[in-house]
């Protein structure tokens, strides 16, 4: 069981340069969600999950972008990476939309935008 | 909307030394209310929950929270503190009945000197 996985670890990009941040779990997780975390600034929510197919924006979601075709995966497109993106993203799941509070939280990305 | 305000970013103590970390919140309604821990290069781990009930509750590590409903507060305690605790402490609101989003405080840094 490997609960909550992110890839890559670390990241450079361009400014203007797309890429995806991938998460997946492995509990059978309805509720899947993604955050930055910036110094000073705590956790903002950037999308969430309740289910396979069904997405919604959190806090701070303009930039990116989700899907969820699958329980498993919930992945994170940055369209056209601007230095404003340059944070720490963890992804998060808990067993169902009614418990978010029991998140089970990724190791981190680590994103820099040049 | 709720909102989170943890009074301390910073806060150092010499181990074996008696800790607490603020936070208060704002809702105009019920709230549910936790302390995360996130140690370094790690992602979040609850450590303890207010839903109902007592007002007073406990991790299994020996910290403790107060939810005061006049004062709008839920302190996090530790009478006596280990190097181990040295971590960053965030605290988190959710609405009653909507689950789906916390909102989290900005952090405070705990760095226990021995």
């Known amino acids: 069981n490997a609960g909550v996985t992110q890839t890559p670890k670390f990241q450079v990009l361009k400014t203007g340069q797309s890429m995806t941040l991938q998460c997946a779990q492995d509990m059978n997780h309805e509720y899947m969600s993604w955050y930055r975390q910036d110094p000073g600034m705590g956790l903002r929510l950037i999308h969430y999950?309740?289910?396979?197919?069904?997405?919604d924006q959190g806090e701070v979601p303009n930039g990116y972008n989700v899907s969820r075709s699958t329980t498993e995966d919930f992945p994170l497109r940055l369209l056209s990476a601007a230095p404003s993106q340059t944070s720490v993203y963890f992804c998060a799941s808990s067993y169902d939309a009614r418990y978010t509070y029991e998140q089970y939280f990724g190791p981190g990305t680590r994103l820099t935008v040049t | 909307a709720q909102s989170v305000t943890q009074l301390d970013s910073q806060v150092p103590v010499f181990e074996e030394a008696p800790v607490e970390l603020r936070c208060n919140y704002s809702?105009?309604?019920?709230?549910?209310l936790f302390w995360y821990v996130q140690y370094p290069n790690q992602g979040l781990q609850l450590l303890l929950k207010y839903l109902s009930g007592s007002t007073l509750v406990e991790s299994i590590n020996g910290f403790e929270a107060e939810f005061n409903k006049s004062q709008t507060s839920f302190h996090l305690r530790k009478p006596s503190v280990h190097i181990s605790d040295t971590a960053e402490y965030f605290c988190a609101v959710s609405v009653g009945g909507s689950n789906y989003k916390l909102t989290f405080g900005k952090g405070t840094l705990l760095t226990v000197n021995p």
């Open positions: 809702s105009s309604v019920s709230v549910y």
């Open positions: 999950s309740v289910g396979a197919g069904i997405t």
